[in-house]
């Protein structure tokens, strides 16, 4: 037997997106990234639209289920969307390394990608060892949870990925002809945690 200490948690499952819905997704106004081949939406709310409430709706009872169910939160603070966001890369596209500031929970939703959209990759800290030191080159016949330095899934569409919002993540290369297409959005907590004289209210606009 072998445990798991202090892992990082990844949260997986999958929403469902009608024609309408995507439609919606793929017609926003987008604009160029600071790289080739990307673009992101205009807007940084749009999951707050109406029409797609049923979108948003789904992914809120996903959040409920990884931070209540699962991480064991007390539900005495509320998590709030604070933006959310499309991203479109062309052909040969990749995302570089990067986390989500000022946020403590963030994901993920795909909405067009096929097999060849490029896996979506989340990093070890470099800073951060739970087994060798990163300037040992010692060989694994396989990747695991242990002795890993990323994990990658190939997302499908529909798939949602819930993370903290602190953990690294990049997205291989479009090697398809086709454009991918996602949506990222950011999460913070509301309400009252500690006691007595470290009390800390919290209280988004
Ligand atoms: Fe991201």
Redesign the pocket.
């Known amino acids: 037997m072998i445990n798991s200490l202090f892992g990082i948690p990844i949260y997986s499952d999958k929403i469902i997106l009608n024609e309408k819905e995507i439609f919606y997704f793929l017609n926003l106004e987008y604009k160029k990234l600071n790289q080739e081949y990307g673009y992101k939406t205009k807007n940084n709310y749009v999951l707050d639209n109406d029409s797609i409430k049923n979108v948003k709706n789904q992914v809120l009872n996903h959040l409920n289920i990884f931070l209540f169910d699962y991480l064991k939160i007390k539900k005495n603070v509320n998590f709030k969307m604070l933006n959310s966001w499309c991203t479109r890369y062309e052909t040969k596209a990749n ?1 570089n390394g ?3 500031s000022n946020s403590l929970f ?1 994901g ?1 939703f795909y909405i067009k990608v096929n097999k060849f959209s490029g896996q979506v990759r989340f990093h070890k800290n470099n800073f951060w060892r739970n087994l060798l030191p990163k300037c040992l080159d010692v060989e694994f016949d396989e990747s695991n949870e242990f002795n890993g330095e990323y994990w990658q899934t190939l997302p499908e569409v529909g798939d949602l990925l819930l993370f903290p919002s602190f953990l690294e ?1 990049s997205t291989l290369p479009n090697e398809s002809n086709e454009e991918r297409f996602c949506c ?1 959005f950011n999460f913070y907590l509301e309400g009252q945690i500690g006691g007595d004289m470290n009390t800390l209210k919290i209280k988004l606009e």
């Open positions: 995302a990067h986390l989500h963030s993920v993540h990222a």
